[in-house]
């Protein structure tokens, strides 16, 4: 009698065990990959894979993740950094990877780019999910879902991506086989790299203000920011990257520039720092001065690495690992240059 209830424990645990299994690989099939075309959903994820102890994690949209080469803050000035970012990453998903961050590592320096306080409200599911998926399960990413999901979606189809992407299997291309089970990284320390050139030709017009000052929940979690890095003593630096659209309105500018004198921070819009860092939109940008592309964005490293070094408090680095590790993703590096 025992033996046959054994029997039927162990074959229900063996059931259980090969339907979790099963479901974990449909999920994992049906789930983007971001290989291809679309690769920014695949940049949170793979901080995951990083050495850690970073000097300066950069927070933000794809003004971050397009503007600065942490290989060549790694070269020119020793500086170990990594950007933790995504597309149209709002405010509170910056907040909540910036606490996942500090469960892994306390750096010296915080970067957060201010474009991201234009948007009160979550911008779109699709968006959600490239900066929500990535993220290691967590009470930052439960509450980063919370905050982020839009009406349409359940906290349960984050749990279970399964439950969102089930229809994809009309949609499978040869890269989602490829990368079923492990992906490459698309980065380098979070950094995309963008090769190709295409000049402004035209400024783009001023944009109509459709609302003069930030949402409260946008000044809600700025403050969580700030906080959350002088409670762990780290510096925080705020930035505008030179993007010449979206367009960056003056009555926004003079709200971060209040708000850094009330705080004493410090803040750089480098949209007014053109001869300085020497961004040639002809030359810099790979969409018409949307983005910057991998020269503009090696100028802007150079430029803003010194202030850093020079600025704050950094480590010095003497790891032969780390030094490998670089040494590795510069090769890597410089071959996607060359494409």
Not at 1 to 27: D, E, N, P, S, Y
Request: glycine share 6%; hydrophobic share 35%; with cysteine.
């Amino acid at each position: 009698m025992r033996r046959q209830r054994r029997k039927k424990i162990c074959l229900a645990i063996c059931f259980l065990v090969l339907t979790m299994g099963i479901f974990v690989l449909l999920q994992n099939l049906l789930m983007p990959k971001y290989m291809g075309a679309i690769k920014e959903g695949a940049l949170v994820r793979e901080y995951y894979d990083s050495p850690g102890n970073h000097d300066v994690i950069f927070l933000g949209d794809c003004e971050v993740y397009e503007s600065f080469s942490p290989v060549t803050l790694w070269e020119e000035y020793g500086i170990h950094s990594y950007i933790r970012g995504g597309p149209s990453q709002t405010i509170w998903q910056s907040y909540y990877l910036l606490e996942d961050t500090f469960a892994k590592e306390i750096p010296e320096v915080v970067v957060f780019n201010v474009l991201s306080m234009q948007h009160g409200e979550t911008v779109s599911e699709a968006y959600n999910r490239m900066n929500l998926d990535g993220m290691r399960w967590s009470a930052a990413k439960i509450s980063a879902i919370r905050q982020s999901m839009t009406e349409e979606e359940t906290f349960l189809s984050y749990l279970f991506p399964l439950l969102r992407f089930h229809d994809r299997w009309r949609e499978l291309e040869p890269e989602d086989y490829k990368y079923w089970m492990k992906r490459e990284n698309v980065s380098y320390n979070g950094y995309l790299m963008q090769t190709g050139v295409k000049p402004v030709t035209v400024v783009p017009e001023k944009t109509p203000l459709t609302q003069e000052t930030f949402s409260d929940i946008c000044y809600e979690y700025l403050d969580k920011i700030r906080r959350l890095c002088e409670e762990n003593k780290v510096e925080l630096v705020l930035m505008k990257a030179p993007s010449l659209y979206p367009y960056w309105h003056e009555e926004w500018e003079e709200q971060i520039e209040e708000y850094a004198e009330k705080f004493g921070l410090d803040y750089y819009n480098f949209l007014e720092l053109k001869e300085e860092t020497g961004i040639d939109y002809q030359m810099d940008t790979y969409d018409a001065g949307l983005h910057l592309n991998v020269s503009g964005a090696e100028k802007l490293s150079r430029y803003f690495g010194k202030i850093l070094k020079e600025r704050y408090t950094l480590s010095e680095h003497q790891d032969q690992k780390l030094n490998q590790y670089y040494k590795e993703l510069k090769q890597r590096y410089e071959e996607e240059k060359r494409k």
